[in-house]
């Protein structure tokens, strides 16, 4: 099978806020479905998770697939971060190289009290928490723009066309971060979005604010993560409350187990599902189906990815080779009873090169080899 497109989430969190409990809880669950899914590579600072998803378990049903496999997440734990960090105090450079790498940031923030677990600045303030951490992502960002100015110097000077894209580039990222906004905040022209990414800034990646709160406040959340989602809305950032303490137990559940726990604390999924499914909506994600008698198998596409693109996340011989798809919408496929019987009712359509694929399509690729 072709390289599944990795989407890597950096957990980030000052120390004390509950971050090791959560990818402890995370990285459980990930080697408790290792068991059923043949993938799981895990370092000590990587889990992948597979993403839930209840369609992908009806389509499996309906057209009596052995196996199902969902798509997944990476999630990686970045370590120690703290205040003066960009300077070079507690983390340095391999913190920084970790964060790079990743997609978006999952920002853990402590938004419950207890008085056993001492916090760094003495007190229980999220939203002040999260701007510590903003404020290191912003200098980290501005030092590494600095440096790569100066070192465009010699391009620039011979008109390197990429040099003076990248130096413009940098220069607005620049511009926003010494008014005291993230890079986040510039609009980028569709030419330079590539260019712009390429850029790897710290502060450009979309943040999904995680607010860690007791287990009390885990079914409706607490002032202090009232708070972080007003501040998350007026960002344009996404948050999710969470109780790792819950997470921690469940995972160390069986699966009949854990519903009546999450029942009992009146809450309707596991957090880390609410998380991860955040963490999609975040990068605009979504998911499209191959189903079969072999297996069921969810992939994971940018929106607004077309059809040859789409076929490419399985094999590049796909997008190479692409003729066309046959789609039938997953409402479809599960009313009519499967891929015969949609046919048969004309729901299945043949699709081109220019078709979009839309979230929950089950399609099926027609190449030349």
């Known amino acids: 099978m072709g390289a599944q497109m990795g989407f890597k989430m950096g957990i980030v969190g000052l120390p004390n806020v509950g971050k090791s409990t959560l990818f402890n809880a995370l990285t459980r669950t990930a080697a408790a ?124 000077k011979s008109g390197d066309k990429d040099a003076v894209q990248a130096d413009r580039l940098l220069a607005l990222a620049q511009a926003a971060l010494e008014e005291g906004r993230p890079a986040r905040t510039v609009t980028v022209d569709e030419d330079d979005a590539r260019a712009w990414r390429l850029l790897q800034l710290l502060t450009a990646k979309p943040i999904l604010y995680v607010c860690n709160v007791d287990e009390a406040s885990a079914a409706r959340g607490n002032a202090h993560s009232a708070a972080v989602a007003a501040m998350a809305a007026e960002q344009g950032a996404a948050s999710v409350v969470i109780s790792a303490q819950i997470e921690e137990e469940i995972a160390q559940l069986d699966p009949d187990e854990a519903a009546m726990f999450l029942d009992e604390m009146g809450l309707e999924e596991p957090g880390l599902d609410r998380l991860i499914k955040a963490g999609y909506r975040l990068l605009n994600l979504q998911t499209y189906f191959t189903v079969g008698p072999k297996e069921a198998r969810a992939w994971t596409i940018p929106e607004g990815t077309t059809a040859p693109k789409a076929a490419g996340v399985i094999h590049g011989d796909f997008e190479k080779g692409f003729i066309r798809a046959e789609t039938i919408a997953f409402e479809d496929f599960i009313a009519c009873g499967g891929e015969t019987a949609a046919k048969e009712a004309g729901k299945m359509r043949a699709e081109g090169k220019a078709y979009v694929v839309r979230d929950s399509d089950v399609l099926h690729f027609l190449f030349n080899t």
């Not at 970045?78 to 507690?90: M, N, Q, T, W």
């Not at 920084?96 to 978006?104: F, M, V, Y």
């Not at 999260?130 to 980290?140: G, N, Y």
């Open 33 to 156: 479905q290792a068991a059923n899914f043949p993938f799981c590579t895990i370092e000590p600072n990587v889990g992948e998770v597979a993403v839930p998803d209840a369609r992908l378990e009806r389509l499996a049903e309906v057209a009596g697939s052995r196996q199902i496999i969902p798509t997944r997440m990476t999630f990686v734990d970045i370590a120690g971060l703290v205040k003066g960090a960009s300077r070079g105090e507690g983390l340095g450079n391999q913190f920084l190289a970790n964060i790079r790498e990743t997609d978006a940031i999952a920002h853990v923030l402590r938004c419950f009290e207890d008085g056993d677990v001492t916090h760094v600045e003495g007190r229980v303030d999220p939203v002040a928490d999260a701007e510590v951490i903003e404020t290191e992502l912003m200098l980290a960002d501005l030092d590494s723009i600095e440096k790569r100015r100066a070192g465009l110097v010699r391009k620039l």
